[in-house]
């Protein structure tokens, strides 16, 4: 869908491998939707910090242990690092902590940015927002990711919705419910005028994606 959504070109798993094939050169990471770092330039201490920053204990598992029921079917860990026969791929929200290991542990490395920048979108800006919302929103000026935590009913999607604007770029919101959808939906086509029609609903048999939002 990032890749759909920004009209972005694909490389072939060949051609990536050609260019980072010299297990001497610095680690090279590549920034996209996620971390993508060559498997063979992965070095111990990297990947066993790895599966223990990114592998999380699944508690419905234990619970299940302890009253005896069965655990077929049910993950022992929930796993956010994947790899396939030539890389490694880590959760980009990790970005910060994966450098500040690297620094700590004196492994060098670069820094390859895929993020894609596409032509600014201008839309009318119909928000009101309370201070506290604003001084939100303004947190996230100078900031390429984040994660917004507020209260219930403190009006996170509205402030979600004035970030982005504030980045004029094509927004994916991603939910886990059925109400959350519509709400998203309802609250782009009241707030920001654009008909209902005109935002991408990428859900079940429907799968349209479209600028500037697709939920």
């Known amino acids: 869908l990032y890749e759909i959504l920004c009209q972005s070109g694909s490389t072939s798993k060949e051609q990536?491998?050609?260019?980072?094939?010299?297990?001497?050169?610095?680690?090279?990471?590549?920034?996209?939707?996620m971390l993508k770092i060559l498997k063979q330039q992965i070095v111990p201490v990297l990947m066993t910090h790895l599966r223990e920053e990114l592998n999380f204990f699944n508690s419905e598992y234990i619970t299940?242990?302890?009253?005896?029921?069965?655990?077929?079917?049910?993950e022992k860990f929930f796993k956010t690092v994947f790899s396939d026969d030539d890389f490694v791929y880590?959760?980009?929200?990790?970005?910060?902590?994966?450098?500040?290991f690297?620094?700590?542990?004196?492994?060098?490395?670069?820094?390859?940015?895929?993020?894609?920048?596409?032509?600014a979108i201008e839309l009318e800006r119909r928000l009101k927002l309370y201070?506290?919302?604003?001084?939100?929103?303004?947190?996230?000026?100078?900031?390429?990711?984040?994660?917004?935590?507020?209260p219930p009913g403190s009006g996170k999607t509205i402030m979600g919705l004035a970030i982005a604007l504030s980045k004029k770029q094509p927004t994916l919101i991603l939910t886990h419910r059925q109400n959350i959808f519509e709400q998203w939906v309802e609250s782009i086509?009241?707030?920001?005028?654009?008909p209902k029609k005109a935002i991408g609903k990428y859900r079940g048999v429907t799968k349209t994606i479209k600028k500037p939002f697709t939920v």
């Open 16 to 33: 990536e491998v050609g260019v980072f094939s010299d297990p001497n050169a610095p680690m090279r990471i590549e920034f996209s939707s």
């Open 64 to 74: 299940k242990s302890k009253i005896g029921f069965s655990t077929h079917g049910t």
């Open 90 to 100: 880590i959760p980009r929200g990790y970005f910060g902590k994966l450098i500040s």
């Open 102 to 119: 690297l620094q700590k542990n004196l492994l060098s490395f670069e820094i390859i940015d895929r993020r894609i920048e596409l032509e």
């Open 131 to 150: 201070d506290y919302q604003q001084r939100a929103v303004e947190s996230f000026a100078n900031q390429n990711q984040g994660i917004l935590i507020a």
């Open 189 to 194: 086509h009241n707030f920001l005028g654009i």
